[in-house]
C-alpha cells in the first residue's frame, strides 16, 4: 500500500533519513522505534509531502506520492496526526474537527462522520464549544486522533501519540489506535514507548541514524536481544 524506496531527506547539512527504505501492507499496524534523533518524525513528515526529498521516491496504491503538495497526498487518502497534538488552540473542538474533513466536498457525510467522533469521544462532545487550547494534554490528543480520522483515510499516521500523557490516558489512547486498525484503517506509528508499540503493532522497523537497521514481526522484535537491550530495559 505504501512504499518507501531509497528516501533521503536532509536539513541542510543534517541528514534527517539516509536511504530509508519501509514498506506497509494495507491493513496492517506498523510502528518505527529508535532513539531521539533517528529519523522517525522526518519519515512520517516526508510521507506527508512536509519535506521534499533529497532521493528515492513514495508511492501510495501504486501511485507516485512523493514530489506531490501536502493537500494532493491527504486526498489518496493519507491523514497525519503529528507530534505534540498540534490542535488549534484558539479554535473550537468543533471547528478543529471540521478542518480535519476540509477537503472533503461530501460535506453531508462530514457531519455525520462528526456526531459519530462525538459518539466515541463523549468528552468531545462534552466539550465541543470550548477551545481546544482550554482541553488537557490527553484530551487535546484524542482531538488531533478524531481530527485525523474526520478526512476518513486509508492510512493514518500517529507520531509519537503518547508523549507526555498520564497512564490511564495512554492506555486509552493505544485502546483508540487498536480499535481504529481494527475498522480497517492501516495506521503507521511512531512511539517512544518501545515495549508498548512492541506490543500492538504487527512489524516495526527500527532505526538508527537515518537508517533502518532492523525489522521484524512484532514477536521477532521483542525477541531480538540486541532490541532487548538497547530499548526494552533488559
Ligand atoms: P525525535 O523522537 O527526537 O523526534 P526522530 O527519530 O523523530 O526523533 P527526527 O525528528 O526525524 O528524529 O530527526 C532526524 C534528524 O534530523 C535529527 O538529527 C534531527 O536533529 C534532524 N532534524 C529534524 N528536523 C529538523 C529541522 N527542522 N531542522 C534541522 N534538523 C532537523
Same mark, same amino acid.
Given at each position: 500500500?505504501?512504499?518507501? !524506496?531509497q528516501v533521503t531527506v536532509r536539513y541542510g547539512a543534517t541528514v534527517g533519513i539516509d536511504r530509508l527504505s519501509i514498506e506497509v501492507r494495507e491493513g496492517e499496524l %506498523? =510502528?518505527?522505534?529508535g532513539a531521539n534523533g533517528a529519523g522517525k518524525s522526518t519519515t512520517l513528515r516526508a510521507i506527508s509531502g512536509l519535506e521534499p526529498l533529497a532521493h528515492g521516491q513514495i508511492h501510495f496504491d501504486g501511485h507516485r506520492i512523493s514530489g506531490a503538495p501536502p493537500a494532493q497526498i491527504i486526498d489518496r487518502g493519507i491523514a497525519h496526526c503529528p507530534e505534540g497534538r498540534r490542535v488549534f488552540p484558539q479554535l473550537t473542538v468543533r471547528e478543529n474537527l471540521e478542518m480535519g474533513a476540509y477537503r472533503r466536498s461530501d460535506r453531508q457525510r462530514a457531519r455525520q462522520d462528526m456526531e459519530r467522533m462525538? !459518539? @466515541?469521544f463523549p468528552r468531545l462532545r462534552e466539550r465541543s464549544g470550548q477551545a481546544a487550547g482550554t482541553l488537557s494534554g490527553g484530551e487535546q490528543q484524542m482531538l488531533a486522533i478524531a481530527r485525523a480520522l474526520m478526512s476518513r483515510p486509508r492510512l493514518v499516521m500517529f507520531d509519537e501519540p503518547s508523549l507526555g500523557l498520564a497512564p490511564n490516558f495512554v492506555e486509552m489512547i493505544f485502546e483508540l489506535?487498536?480499535? %481504529? $486498525? $481494527? /475498522?480497517?484503517t492501516t495506521v503507521l506509528m511512531v512511539e517512544q514507548n518501545a515495549y508498548a508499540a512492541l506490543e500492538m503493532c504487527d512489524r516495526a522497523y527500527l532505526l538508527e541514524g537515518g537508517h533502518v537497521v532492523t525489522t521484524? =514481526? /512484532?514477536r521477532e522484535m521483542l525477541a531480538?536481544? !540486541?532490541? $532487548? @537491550?538497547?530499548y526494552l530495559g533488559g
Open positions: 500500500m505504501l512504499k518507501l !524506496d %506498523v =510502528t518505527l522505534i462525538f !459518539d @466515541k489506535i487498536l480499535e %481504529v $486498525r $481494527r /475498522s480497517g521484524g =514481526t /512484532s531480538n536481544p !540486541d532490541i $532487548r @537491550k538497547a
